[in-house]
């Protein structure tokens, strides 16, 4: 197993970002003039002042657009610059392009504008009275609901709310726009979607696709947010180059990031669950109102991943879910880690804890009772290969859970202003884009004739260490050292049509089209290795750089053999496309075959509460992972450790506040707290479930860049457990994040009905 390949140059500081890109000479910066009022006509706008600011060589507005202004992936519902209207607080209306960033923030200040207001809407709810939504509400059922309320021994109802999370990427969104010869432009662009970059350039710009060059090394994090929203700075350097006819630059200012982009969904839901007298979850309803803010975005398939995750790993034989995408005056909100399956998971969980809560046993007795097993049937019809049961057995035993119960009651009667809380969270989740279009990958591989070789894919580096596993599987198949293998940007010249890194699906995807790639390569090399050694093909094995004929090492070095090959004028190169088997889905019925695979796992955190203060720490959180068989372990323990965290983070602290007028109130980190190395639990133990189960996955080794988020719900029924051990009776609200706050509040029966 090989470090990520990036170590080297990420410790020296000389890995490079959009902002590290050598700038050619006449490079101008541009900056947003954005809207202050979140619903609004534009009655007057004035940018004549800004225009003849010194220095000031461009004030861009909608009209200058010379293709579409038309940004919207799914729907077109989104412009690039307002027109006559806006409709959330930082939607882009002009760009001032200057010859430097301190002249383009002047020049905005002198941009007059008048507004005449209009009604705000910010809470999904009251989009949903009104009929408001950004496309058509969804619906997916199994069994018959009505039916079997009339067999249960208990029903509860009740509603949940989840917040919205910020990305937080470490580097900004932005883009560098360089105009070529004979109309071609080149753009520099983090994103985790350049063909999305390069589509959306090419709408704005009424160019074809082939005149857009998007290239990408790396992102210093994405997350979601760079999935189809870095497109939105893509364009407006291309526009503005296109314009001034010269290279353009925008690297967004943290704050202009926070309050211009889209976040990750605040839901509000109703549940109701029905179990029968054994505590079997027979039955299950929900509905999920979507904050969706002010266009679609990638909202419509966030909130089908919803009704996919809503019974998260348990078989319920008789469901009925709605979503609804609501509109509402707010950044429209986009993808974020997990894409709409936390949201619909919290509310299940959600539905469990109150279950047991009213009936006086512990949550985990239902979750355990009600585990998905190989054969169920998930309410969209796919059938289950399950790793629930083996993971949360595993978990049970590997991290004595009967055990840590006795000792935290224990603990708790010993206390009085000091608890221990804890909950034990399991996972699954679908792996593939779920519109199955996207589920295909395309790579390029050249060998050198000094052995060397470059590879290509469409995915992109975000510190997943997706790069990593390209050269891994590279490697691999050709029978040489990593060290052979270099993997190059990401660039849409050299892969067409890719789909966004997103999903998880990532490696899956783009490695099994590296390893078709090279295993045709391969083939040739078989054929000329037999040819100069005068044995059969079937004798021939690559292995460390080396030919080896029936286990020996032969003459022939990897090295030789690429050179006697080219001398044949047999190609060295390959293009290979990838797309998983059997997947499916149709819209009408809501029923298919989705995901290639799921991924299952789980989690048990322990927390201990101040009382008096309302504060706490999460003593552990250990962990069962199903990763397959993982191809990396270093890399997939980083995304289960970072995704387990950030999914702490959206449950327990990171509280995302927009105002009535729809303004973002936490729009800088003094208001809006990330977890820090001190929020991370003190013993963070997490093991891969040992599995011989076959999948599709690349070389066995599951995605694993979004399932483990969920693992973070875990810490908020700790904390909920917490509090009712110190008092019982408190009525505390299914509301998250669970802050201090509300914390302090909920221990002394402050914190009433949501
Ligand atoms: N890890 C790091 N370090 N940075 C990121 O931005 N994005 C996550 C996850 N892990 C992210 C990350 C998200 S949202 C996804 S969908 C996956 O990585 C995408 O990469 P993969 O498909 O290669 O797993
Ligand atoms: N993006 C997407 C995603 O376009 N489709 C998906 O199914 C998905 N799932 C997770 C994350 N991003
Ligand atoms: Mo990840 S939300 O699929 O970018």
């Known amino acids: 197993m090989i470090s990520n390949i990036d170590t080297y140059s990420h410790v020296r500081g000389e890995s490079i970002y959009l902002d590290d890109i050598p700038l050619q000479v006449g490079t101008l910066f541009a900056k947003v003039f954005d809207s202050t009022v979140a619903h609004a006509h534009i009655k007057h706008l004035d940018i004549s002042k800004a225009k003849n600011y010194p220095g000031v060589r461009a004030v861009i507005i909608h009209s200058d657009i010379t293709g579409e202004n038309q940004i919207g992936g799914i729907i077109p519902d989104e412009p690039l610059l307002a027109e006559n209207m806006v409709d959330f607080i930082g939607m882009p209306i002009a760009i001032v392009v200057a010859e430097n960033e301190h002249i383009a923030k002047k020049a905005l200040k002198l941009i007059e504008i008048e507004y005449e207001p209009l009604p705000i809407i910010v809470d999904p709810r009251e989009a949903h009275r009104q009929g408001k939504y950004l496309s058509t509400p969804r619906h997916f059922n199994l069994g018959d609901t009505e039916i079997a309320w009339s067999n249960c021994a208990h029903i509860f109802e009740g509603k949940a709310e989840s917040g919205g999370q910020e990305h937080l990427y470490i580097e900004t969104q932005g883009a560098y726009a360089v105009p070529g010869e004979n109309g071609f432009i080149k753009v520099y662009s983090s994103t985790q979607g350049p063909t999305a970059v390069q589509k959306t350039v090419s709408r704005v710009l009424g160019k074809p696709m082939h005149q857009v060059e998007v290239d990408t090394t790396r992102l210093g994090g994405g997350f979601g947010g760079k999935e189809d929203q870095a497109s939105t700075w893509g364009a407006m350097c291309a526009v503005a180059a296109h314009i001034t006819k010269s290279p353009v630059k925008y690297s967004l200012d943290r704050m202009e990031d926070m309050r211009m982009t889209g976040k990750r969904h605040p839901y509000s839901s109703d549940y109701k669950i029905g179990l029968d007298k054994d505590l079997n979850i027979i039955a299950y309803e929900a509905q999920y109102y979507q904050n969706g803010g002010a266009a679609a975005d990638l909202s419509p398939a966030i909130l089908e991943r919803t009704l996919f995750h809503a019974t998260n790993t348990y078989n319920i034989p008789n469901v009925k879910t709605s979503a609804y995408p609501c509109k509402t005056n707010l950044p429209p909100n986009t993808a974020f880690r997990g894409f709409g399956g936390p949201q619909g998971m919290f509310v299940i969980e959600t539905a469990i804890v109150q279950a047991a809560e009213a009936l006086g046993i512990e949550p985990h007795v239902i979750q355990h009772k009600n585990l998905l097993k190989t054969g169920d049937e998930f309410p969209y019809g796919q059938k289950v290969v399950s790793e629930a049961i083996e993971c949360w057995t595993e978990a049970e035993t590997q991290f004595n859970f009967q055990e840590k119960i006795k000792s935290i009651e224990a603990f708790n009667n010993k206390n009085q202003l000091i608890k221990k809380g804890y909950a034990i969270m399991p996972i699954c989740f679908g792996i593939s884009f779920t519109k199955t279009m996207l589920n295909q990958a395309r790579s390029l591989v050249h060998v050198y004739t000094d052995g060397s070789v470059l590879i290509t894919t469409g995915a992109v580096e975000m510190g997943q260490g997706v790069n990593t596993k390209m050269v891994q599987v590279a490697a691999k198949t050709l029978g040489i050292d990593e060290s052979f293998v270099k993997i190059n940007s990401t660039n849409t010249f050299r892969i067409a049509n ?13 490695g099994k089209a590296v390893e078709i790639a090279c295993n045709k390569i391969k083939e040739r090399l078989l054929i000329s290795a037999a040819e100069d050694l005068g044995v059969s093909e079937s004798d021939i094995a690559f292995v460390k750089n080396e030919i080896y004929i029936n286990g020996e090492k032969s003459k022939l070095s990897w090295k030789d053999l690429i050179f006697s090959t080219y001398a044949k004028r047999v190609s060295l190169s390959e293009h290979a496309h990838y797309t998983p088997p059997d997947i499916h889905f149709d819209t009408n019925t809501e ?9 299952f796992g789980t989690s048990i955190f322990e927390i201990t509460l101040d009382c008096i203060r309302g504060r706490y720490t999460v003593d552990s959180a250990q962990v069962i992972h199903d990763a397959g068989q993982t191809m990396n372990e270093k890399i997939d323990l980083g995304q289960c450790e970072g995704a387990l965290v950030q999914g702490m983070g959206w449950m327990t602290m990171e509280e995302l506040i927009y105002d009535k007028e729809g303004r973002l109130r936490s729009n800088a980190l003094s208001t809006y707290k990330v977890p820090d190395i001190y929020s ?26 979004e399932p483990p988020l969920m693992y973070g719900i875990g810490a908020y029924f700790a904390i909920r457990n917490a509090i009712k051990a110190f008092n019982p009776k408190a009525l505390v609200p299914f509301d998250a994040p669970a802050t201090h706050e509300k914390i302090l509040l909920a221990l002394y029966g402050k914190y009433g009905e949501i």
């Open 680 to 705: 991370v639990p003190k013993d963070l133990d997490i093991r891969f479930l040992k599995t011989e189960k076959t999948n599709l996955a690349i070389l066995q080794s599951k995605a694993v860049g």
């Open 591 to 599: 029923k298919g075959h989705p995901f290639a695979y799921h991924v």
């Open 498 to 510: 890719t789909s966004p890194t997103a999903a998880s699906a990532t490696a899956d995807l783009n």
